[in-house]
């Protein structure tokens, strides 16, 4: 049974690949070097004693921060990742290379939390952002100072008094 404490635990917010200067090129140079910071962060935050790690699992950031967090694993055995689903049937319209990624990064989850079984509008996303954010003491968000859900939950974070990093994209 996985130990979900949230003094050690860490969740993820940032936009979806429409909203990224770099759409759904993840060999662009700009999201090359995002990923390296990203990585930097979740050391620098497993350093410090974070050992649990909540994501969304939204395309975009969401995945990338699954990826990353799954090849840190190989480093340091006793981090967790939780997958967060605001509904299950999440990547229902999503294209079929999406979907599967998506499904194989869940089947390498340590824990699936889901909102809703299926989707009743924003209403579940906003759950589950406030779910990830409940449940922790940091947040690592990628903000490019947009409007929309990651800002609402950057400032959901702050309210709440989590520490925050901001990777600029």
């Given at each position: 049974?996985?130990?979900?404490?949230?003094?050690?635990?860490?969740?993820?917010?940032?936009?979806?690949?429409?909203?990224?200067?770099?759409?759904?090129?993840?060999?662009?140079?700009?999201?090359?070097?995002?990923?390296?910071?990203?990585?930097?962060?979740?050391?620098?935050?497993?350093?410090?004693?974070?050992?649990?790690?909540?994501?969304?699992?939204?395309?975009?950031?969401?995945?990338?921060?699954?990826?990353?967090?799954?090849?840190?694993?190989?480093?340091?055995?006793?981090?967790?990742?939780?997958?967060?689903?605001?509904?299950?049937?999440?990547?229902i319209k999503w294209q079929?290379?999406?979907?599967?990624?998506?499904?194989?990064?869940?089947?390498?989850?340590?824990?699936?939390?889901?909102?809703?079984?299926?989707?009743?509008?924003?209403?579940?996303?906003?759950?589950?952002?406030?779910?990830?954010?409940?449940?922790?003491?940091?947040?690592?968000?990628?903000?490019?100072?947009?409007?929309?859900?990651?800002?609402?939950?950057?400032?959901?974070?702050?309210?709440?008094?989590?520490?925050?990093?901001?990777?600029?994209?």
């Amino acid at each position: 049974m996985l130990k979900l404490v949230k003094s050690k635990s860490v969740c993820f917010t940032g936009h979806r690949n429409q909203k990224l200067i770099w759409g759904f090129n993840e060999n662009d140079e700009r999201c090359l070097k995002m990923k390296d910071n990203l990585r930097i962060e979740i050391e620098k935050a497993i350093n410090n004693g974070y050992e649990t790690f909540y994501s969304g699992m939204a395309l975009g950031f969401d995945l990338i921060c699954v990826e990353t967090i799954l090849e840190l694993k190989e480093k340091y055995n006793d981090i967790n990742i939780v997958g967060v689903l605001p509904c299950r049937t999440q990547d229902i319209k999503w294209q079929v290379q999406d979907r599967q990624r998506y499904r194989k990064l869940i089947r390498q989850l340590d824990c699936v939390r889901c909102i809703y079984d299926e989707y009743i509008g924003a209403e579940c996303m906003l759950e589950r952002n406030r779910f990830m954010v409940d449940n922790s003491s940091m947040m690592i968000a990628l903000y490019s100072g947009a409007a929309g859900g990651t800002k609402s939950t950057i400032d959901y974070a702050r309210n709440k008094g989590l520490k925050i990093t901001i990777i600029e994209p």
